[in-house]
């Protein structure tokens, strides 16, 4: 009997005893390991959470992107085009058929002074060539012609015409992109008396009239004037002051005529 209690004593003395401090510690690894599990599985957890909230998210913008409308295309869209046929100083036929009249411009007709010249002029241009069009927010003038600023090779030729003085300045609230640039060239065709500038202009009548949003100097008597809200018209005394402004002879009532 002792025998064996003395074994058995010997066998728990070959166990090293473990002090406070080392259970105390062992204690605490247990715990961080069970708290490293806990933590390691909320993370999966929240992972998983936000993947699918990422995974909903982009189907909402599929959904999105795919029944909603196209966006407009910027008013300044930038449109390559074919010349086919010249008609006058500002106007072209372009391929497809479609007709262009240049904006901030205009040119000659039939019964004008230069209107072969500048109809010629044009056509050295333009013809047979692929022109570049800008276009303002109004696309199309009233008679459904497409409104536009030409480039060929890089310069505007509704500039030309005027520098070349083959052109009026003609300004609407529409036509305002090269503005400075087209009465810059007009001043300049004028100071050199080119063109349309070679002999002086003299008015009509004592006083003219001008309407802004079609950039049309008329006189007092046109047929026109009755269709124009009078509270737009603007009025002038002195023909040059018309013509600093941007606004173009009335093609009807013939507001100014070449001095002879």
Same mark, same amino acid.
């Given at each position: 009997? *002792?025998?064996?209690?003395?074994?058995?004593?010997?066998? $728990?003395?070959?166990?090293?005893?473990?002090?406070?401090?080392?259970?105390?510690?062992?204690?605490?690894? =247990?715990?961080?390991?069970?708290? /490293?599990?806990?933590?390691?599985?909320?993370? %999966?957890?929240?992972?998983?959470?936000?993947?699918?909230?990422? +995974?909903?998210?982009?189907?909402?913008?599929?959904?999105?992107?795919?029944?909603?409308?196209?966006?407009?295309?910027?008013?300044?869209?930038?449109?390559?085009?074919?010349?086919?046929?010249? $008609?006058?100083?500002?106007? +072209?036929?372009?391929?497809?058929?479609?007709?262009?009249?240049?904006? *901030?411009?205009?040119?000659?007709?039939?019964?004008?002074?230069?209107?072969?010249?500048?109809?010629? @002029?044009? *056509?050295?241009?333009?013809?047979?060539?692929?022109?570049?069009? @800008?276009? #303002? =927010?109004? #696309?199309? !003038? %009233?008679?459904?012609?497409?409104?536009?600023?030409?480039?060929?090779? *890089?310069?505007?030729?509704?500039? +030309?015409?005027?520098?070349?003085?083959?052109?009026?300045? @003609?300004?609407?609230?529409?036509?305002?992109?090269?503005? %400075?640039?087209?009465?810059?060239?007009?001043?300049?065709?004028?100071?050199?008396? $080119?063109?349309?500038?070679?002999?002086?202009?003299?008015?009509?009548?004592?006083?003219?009239?001008?309407?802004?949003?079609?950039?049309?100097?008329?006189?007092?008597? &046109?047929?026109? +004037?009755? %269709?124009?809200?009078?509270?737009?018209?603007?009025?002038? !005394?002195?023909?040059?002051?018309?013509?600093? $402004? /941007?606004?173009?002879? &009335?093609?009807?009532?013939?507001?100014?005529?070449?001095?002879?």
């Amino acid at each position: 009997m *002792g025998g064996r209690v003395q074994g058995s004593d010997r066998q $728990r003395s070959r166990i090293p005893l473990r002090s406070g401090r080392q259970r105390h510690h062992q204690r605490h690894l =247990e715990d961080a390991g069970r708290e /490293g599990t806990l933590m390691t599985s909320t993370a %999966k957890k929240a992972a998983a959470v936000v993947g699918g909230v990422a +995974i909903l998210a982009g189907a909402a913008l599929g959904l999105r992107a795919a029944f909603s409308k196209p966006a407009p295309a910027p008013a300044d869209e930038r449109q390559w085009v074919e010349v086919e046929h010249v $008609r006058s100083g500002d106007t +072209i036929t372009v391929k497809p058929e479609d007709k262009v009249t240049y904006a *901030g411009i205009r040119a000659p007709l039939k019964d004008e002074p230069l209107f072969e010249e500048a109809t010629r @002029r044009n *056509g050295e241009l333009v013809e047979g060539k692929k022109l570049r069009l @800008r276009f #303002e =927010e109004d #696309e199309r !003038d %009233k008679k459904q012609r497409l409104l536009a600023y030409a480039f060929v090779d *890089g310069k505007l030729v509704n500039e +030309i015409l005027v520098r070349e003085g083959l052109a009026f300045v @003609r300004l609407t609230p529409t036509t305002q992109r090269f503005a %400075k640039q087209l009465l810059a060239a007009q001043g300049k065709a004028r100071r050199a008396q $080119r063109g349309l500038w070679s002999k002086p202009w003299t008015a009509a009548a004592a006083e003219l009239l001008g309407d802004p949003k079609y950039g049309n100097l008329h006189t007092p008597a &046109c047929e026109e +004037i009755p %269709k124009i809200d009078p509270a737009r018209l603007v009025r002038f !005394d002195k023909l040059d002051d018309a013509l600093d $402004r /941007g606004f173009a002879p &009335c093609r009807k009532c013939t507001p100014c005529r070449w001095s002879e």
